[in-house]
């Protein structure tokens, strides 16, 4: 079970499926509310591929949100 805060910093970043892996393009750093806001925002293909880093975790925003 994760545990963070709502104002920890984070990464909020798109990864595509591009030919060689994807590629990893950064939609913003700040409090994690803020990207939780800003990926509810984004339409659900983009959501799909969203991306939530802390300085020790990496998590699916799907996933994040069916937690």
Known sequence: MRTTHDAANVRLYYLNDGPDGGQAQTLMYGPLA??????????PATQDGLWIATDNDVIAWRDLVDE
């Open 34 to 43: 803020q990207a939780m806001a800003h990926a509810a925002a984004q339409d």
